[in-house]
């Protein structure tokens, strides 16, 4: 390690991985298919990887798809209290090796995966996400291949950049920074519903050197373990990223108390990035160094429309915004507010939409909407909409209905209220239920301040206008309430290295991913600075006699 290389790197530049159409007749559609019907003929078995060895435990749990909850796919391994320490003591090990190694070999490693998921695994992944995780053909493409892709194309970029930025040196003396990995390891908490989030919370910090312990969402192992495979492929040494399904409880109070976390990667929900805040926060005094806690959590996120709105462009937005991948998005459009001049043609253009939309297996291309994650999540949705239901301060005018006996399926649901503060109008739901205000036009910027301060979360948001003015207007009443905020889009979408994403308030740290910032938090800079002739007299000029 750290042979000699006299050359001063550059890394390719980085451009937005292409999105395949599957198109009809294509050569995409094809082979897409026939890896949906592979993956669908098999059961497979997931062992942790640990050390670069397969653990396998007696604790076991289930992947099923969420559409046909019968059908299992994989059985997975579930870390014990013993594999997780045996993966933090892994990831010490391998920590010395992984850091000393030049960046650049460091970062070929993760170049190789993007283009192993970009050309021999893209449809394979794909099928796995869409099987697993019941995402439709267009929702795996731009998550779990492009979007991952993107991340580690990106993050490989910003890595030359950070490494690249320097101080400025006086005359007689040299200064530069060394942006060093953590001392310890770093903890990474996956969520189910997006594999591009799942692959970029490990190999982020990987890429700058540390060493990870990777707990996966267990309601999204399959995917996350693909990707592994591609990392060990790759070359991703042994010990770098540990792979522990298993528990919160189990896997989560060991990483957060051990006197060696350096950091906390998360994507999840509020409550429990605020209790492993907590936890890190009681045992504040035992770490080697304080760990950099770094978290994507909840959203409540709103799509404001102005009276000089297009119609069409605003239904477009609020369907796809609410309503893709079910809503199970953190970003997802979960609250509007309309003006009264155009809610009758608005909630029209709703109904047509919705009502065309198609609800199914993703096999079935001509489906849009397809099934929630689990029974837990179908529970807690229909929750929402039995309480709205159930309301005099709420109607439900498109959708409501629900199913879960072979698949969790639930309709996309639209509930009209005339209550800022109803439940569905300030509560993360997380699923496929939009809630809609309608306020009186010359109220807009009384509601733009109500908008504001209905949430506790700051996540995404969008406003809707033809009027510069009232963009204007919008963008300054509305400059904490999202950390990515759409002008005439949907909330949803953000494409790495072209809208950074994270927000601030309840929905996180707002550190960025897919941007420099975020791969600035799992560094810890050294200042050097070399004199090359020192000093040799103690006493200064004004110090002489007049």
């Known amino acids: 390690m750290n042979l000699l290389n006299n050359a001063v790197i550059e890394t390719p530049y980085p451009e937005n991985e292409a999105i395949l159409d599957y198109a009809p007749g294509s050569e995409a559609r094809r082979k897409l298919k026939e890896a949906l019907t592979e993956l669908a003929a098999k059961r497979i ?16 749990g289930q992947v099923v798809m969420p559409h046909d909850h019968g059908h ?35 970062c070929a490693i993760f170049l190789k995966a993007a283009e192993l998921l970009a050309q021999t695994y893209r449809y394979l992944i794909n099928a796995g996400s869409m099987l697993s995780t019941s995402k439709n053909v267009f929702q795996a493409e731009i998550d779990a291949a492009c979007e991952l892709i993107d991340f580690l194309r990106f993050n490989v970029f910003f890595a030359e950049q950070i490494y690249r930025e320097q101080p400025r040196s006086a005359p007689g003396t040299w200064n530069y920074v060394q942006h060093r990995p953590l001392e310890g390891f770093v903890f990474a908490v996956t969520p189910f519903n997006f594999t591009a989030i799942a692959g970029n919370l490990p190999t982020a910090p990987a890429i700058m050197g540390n060493s990870v312990v990777w707990k996966p969402a267990s309601t999204s192992v399959y995917t996350p373990y693909l990707f592994m495979q591609i990392l060990e492929e790759a070359g991703l040494p042994a010990g770098v990223i540990n792979f522990i399904p298993g528990s919160g409880r189990t896997v989560g109070d060991i990483c957060l108390k051990d006197r060696h976390l350096a950091g906390v990667h998360f994507t999840g929900s509020t409550a429990v990035f605020q209790q492993m805040w907590q936890t890190i926060g009681e045992h504040i005094e035992t770490y080697t160094s304080y760990p950099r806690i770094v978290g994507e959590t909840g959203g409540k996120d709103f799509v404001f429309v102005h009276r000089s709105a297009d119609i069409q462009q605003v239904v477009t937005a609020l369907v796809r915004g609410a309503f893709e991948y079910q809503g199970q998005k953190c970003s997802a459009a979960s609250r509007a507010y309309v003006p009264r001049s155009l809610w009758k043609e608005i909630k029209a253009g709703l109904e047509r939409e919705i009502g065309s939309l198609k609800i199914g297996a993703p096999q079935d291309f001509q489906n849009f909407v397809n099934a929630v994650i689990d029974r837990q999540a179908f529970a807690a949705i229909t929750g929402f909409i039995d309480y709205a239901s159930q309301s005099s301060s709420a109607e439900i005018i498109i959708g409501g209905g629900s199913d879960d006996r072979v698949g969790y399926f639930i309709e996309p649901t639209v509930i009209y209220t005339e209550d800022p503060h109803f439940k569905t109008m300030v509560e993360e739901i997380f699923g496929p239920v939009l809630t809609v205000y309608v306020y009186e036009d010359d109220a807009y910027r009384e ?54 994403f994270g927000g601030g308030r309840a929905s996180g740290t707002n550190d960025k991913a897919g941007f420099y910032t975020n791969l600035l938090r799992w560094v810890s800079p050294r200042t050097v600075k070399e004199t090359f002739i020192p000093a040799t007299s103690t006493g200064y000029p004004f110090m002489e006699e007049e």
Request: net charge neutral; glycine share 6%.
């Open 45 to 60: 078995e997931i062992p942790l990887i640990i050390g670069g060895q397969r653990i396998t435990t007696d604790d076991m």
């Open 447 to 500: 509601t733009l301040e109500l908008c504001d301060r209905s949430s506790k979360y700051a996540l995404t948001g969008a406003i809707f206008s033809r009027d510069r003015a009232a963009i204007s207007l919008a963008m300054t009443a509305l400059e904490h309430a999202a950390g990515n905020f759409y002008i005439n889009d949907k909330p949803t979408g953000a494409v790495v290295g072209q809208q950074p």
């Open 72 to 106: 299992v796919l994989a059985d997975y391994h579930k870390a014990s209290a013993r594999e997780v320490r045996q993966a933090i003591d892994a990831a010490l090990d391998a920590r010395k090796t992984w850091q000393s190694m030049r960046w650049e070999e460091r």
